[in-house]
């Protein structure tokens, strides 16, 4: 049994910060990518930003230069720093990882977290 554990989400004022963490716990070999996605009310789930094993990342247009993702793969962990907050970054944030159990996993299976609310306020 694997779990995402997300923590960090709130109110901030727009130009404010928050930073998202997500652990990741239970039968874990291996962990391929790790990211974040979000989804506002009545809209689709978005990619917001990953990173890869070997560190390589990816952004949504509308968050470079803003948000910064990291890893940190003795924690099995990965973060979320989320600067200069606008109101339209306000979404349910979920973590994401693509994680093989056992050794004897033929693939990175898709794992995802509980979601954690980020409200920004004009």
């Known amino acids: 049994q694997v779990q995402l554990v997300e923590s960090g989400g709130g109110l901030v004022q727009a130009g404010g910060s928050l930073r998202l963490s997500c652990a990741a716990s239970?039968?874990?070999?291996?962990?391929?990518?790790m990211g974040w996605y979000r989804q506002a009310p009545g809209k689709q789930r978005e990619l917001v930003a990953a990173?890869?094993?070997?560190?390589?990342?990816n952004y949504a247009d509308s968050v470079k230069g803003r948000f910064t993702i990291s890893r940190d793969n003795a924690k099995n962990a990965v973060y979320l720093q989320m600067n200069s907050l606008k109101p339209e970054d306000t979404s349910v944030y979920y973590c994401?990882?693509?994680?093989?159990?056992?050794?004897?996993?033929?693939?990175?299976?898709?794992?995802w977290g509980q979601g954690t609310q980020v409200t920004v306020s004009s």
């Open positions: 239970g039968s874990i070999f291996s962990i391929d990518a």
């Open positions: 994401n990882a693509k994680i093989a159990p056992t050794r004897w996993s033929s693939i990175h299976f898709n794992y």
């Open positions: 990173v890869d094993s070997g560190s390589i990342t």
